[in-house]
């Protein structure tokens, strides 16, 4: 390198560098797969790896010295004629090859040994002290734990009709605990404290409800919880056993947390106050971006992040600390020279000095976002990857890599078994190895150096973490790399302008909520990229699960890579294989449907495929339907309005409140001009029905109450409301007060009976509107085509097509065969969602059409 550059002393700014450096790569993957099987096993054998590892590991160290004292010497060699010669100096060399691959292999080995041992030693903690004996009884105890990390709240499960009660996570080790018998053991055994959080508190995420205390404990805080102690589930990481605290309660705090915790806790609420006047999607992205406080993220936002790979924004990661430092040091490749830029030399602070603040915000990145293993994870990679960055000498950052990797490991062996660890790594390597290769590449096809190096970065992230993505979550995500692409821009002026909140919060809030209102900018930039990514049709595509399905995609991308490689010379075919690629995740309406024929030509009505819940869509005038229920999941509803081409709505109804019909609101008033939102009277479940009022409310979307007699019209579409009457009482909750509808559009009826029972269906029969319910032409088949129906209903409807929305392998049975047969008696020919998907009906009274998607 020195002798390329024309100069003695090499070259002042160096970029010619050999072959990239692997030698501590076999030595960290060792230590690494060690650690992976030893947490888990017996002492017998992590003792035995032990031994072995160190005895055969010395044993070739020993040996070492024997070829390098046999081999030949200086003199021997130079006194030897020139062929004797040449001889011993082949045999040195092999000689020194061979004592360097002992040495390899010793190093291999006891990097391996020292990892089994701390695997074996945090295994031991799982089975120390008589909590795992007492949670293999289901023991009722008492005990004190210290908390090891912040609480956090479960996202809301929707399970059949109703939300899943959220509960406080606490990460703890067990300090004392009291036995049944009255026996108290001082121990120290990490646990998962799973807290029922009581309705009044049911806030979290979506917000509503107060907080609820549980929340606001800080790491090393200790508390008294009276639990019932159970096993951990097989093969779980980190705790011995799960503490299951019954009541929600006030925590009983028996001692307070460390001046350090106290002090990172006032530096996070402080953020989070200078938020909360900001809009939803701010207020709760900002403080994940800076300390990963995703409290506040919706289960809506989060699906949305997860479709479109943007989820380590959300987390404590690597890129956050990079560019807090890059801010601090200076831009890429002038960290070592004179004229490097930054804060540190513009305060005139000198390299060195600069070096030892750096590892001062390195600690106190640490404190402040706890030191939880993904933040500590995070500080290591992004240390790296800011030094590949700085120095651009990115052949000595891959033994970095390893040497952290290899030092991590054997620091916490839990990380072995991390999936968030193993995307850390690879994701780190890529932007080491393949991007710098990519972005070169792309260079010499004329892109711009910024994007190229943007698209790189992208690309290869994505490459090498797709995989282990498919592995998690059986798809994968088409619209990852431009989403990353598009959010990148706003990344990193969110993450300084939330740092900067955080800084100033202390000490001036009010110039602490003008930053944050000014990071809400970039911050809503992201929400928006990852939502609109999220509803794309083409979004994502199912795959196999697994590492066999792991193993797939991996080939496939070897293949996208290596064609890549061949049309990167044929700008024309690049442009026409993107546009094909735009067109396959978009799918517009009108190009998918002269390909697909979905929609059809003229549909009047769809019942969209959202899983086990309800969304039907009346057609009105071009590009606007009224929305009959919503059903449980905003992205999928999203996607089948997306693909009618849904811009405007005039009207929602919602039947009831059930979680099944209402839970996907937001997607249905996303991105579109919303007129109305009409109610059943009974607004139970309570959680339910203030979720869709706080939705609307946010939106400005006026909520009326739909009330028997109601006759509306727009367009060709006219509907009347049959049920509930507005003096009716609901005996049998909120099934029976559904929002009945008759539908007439283009000569066709249609019954939409909610989730009506029998109660509810025979007083429907008996009211005024009975008269209305002869010979529909389609029905929606109640509750899912559940085994509760009328049949004096079924008879008196007696309709030509029965739609039945129902989600595939649901735990109810739905639809019930006899409901099935019951309709098809009636001369009605039944379809159901999770069988033929999204149903279309299109043509006359005389000339019943139906397309499937």
Known sequence: MHAASGSRLGDAHPRQEGPTDLRLVPPASAAWGTAALMVHASPGWVIGVVVVCVVVGVTLLVARRGPARSGAGAGEIEGAGEGEGAKAGDGAGAGVAGAWTKVSVATVLLCAGAAAASAGLHGADLRRGPVPDLAERYARVTAEVELASDPRLTRPRIKGNHVAPSAVLLQAEVRRVTSPDGTVVDTRTPVLVIVDVQRRWHGGPSGGGGRSPWLSLLPSTRVRVAA????????????????????????????????????????????????????????????????????????????????????????VSGANFTILLALFIGPPGLAQRAERRGLAPRLGIPLRATALVGGALTLGFVIVCRPDPSVVRAAACGSIALLAIATGRRRSLVPALATAVLLLVLYDPWLARSYGFLLSVLATGALLTLAPRWSAALQRRRVPPRPAEALAAAGAAQAVCAPVVAVLSAKVSMVAVPCNLLAEFAVAPATVLGFATLATAQVAMPVAECIAWCASWPAGWIADIARTGASLPGAGVDWPGGWTGALLLALVIVVIVFVGRRLMSHPWLVGACLVVFALVVAQPPPLTRVITGWPPPGWRFVMCDVGQGDATVLAADDGAGVVVDAGPDPVLVDRCLTALGITRVPLVVLTHFHADHVAGLPGVLRGRAVGAIATTGFEEPADQAEFVHREAAARRVPVTRAVAGEERRTGDLAWKVLWPSGDATVPDGPNDASVTMLVRSAGLTLLLLGDLEPPGQRELSRSPAASELGAVDVVKVAHHGSAYQDPGLIRAMSPRLALISVGADNRYGHPAPRTVA????????????????????AGTARELLVARD
Request: no cysteine; charged share 25%.
């Open 822 to 841: 019951a309709l098809r008696a009636g001369g009605a020919t039944v379809l159901r969602t999770d069988e033929d998907g999204s149903i279309a009906v």
């Open 228 to 315: 019932q102690a159970v096993p951990a589930m097989v093969g779980g990481d980190r705790v011995a056993a799960v503490l299951r605290v019954r009541g929600g309660g006030a925590p009983e705090v028996v001692g307070e947390a460390s001046a350090v915790q106290r002090f990172a806790g006032r530096l996070r609420e402080g953020l989070r106050e200078a938020t909360d006047e900001l809009d939803a999607d701010a207020r709760a992205l900002l403080p994940g971006f800076v300390v990963g406080d995703t409290s506040r993220v919706t289960a809506e936002l989060d699906e949305a992040f997860k479709a479109t790979d943007l989820t380590h924004l959300l987390a």
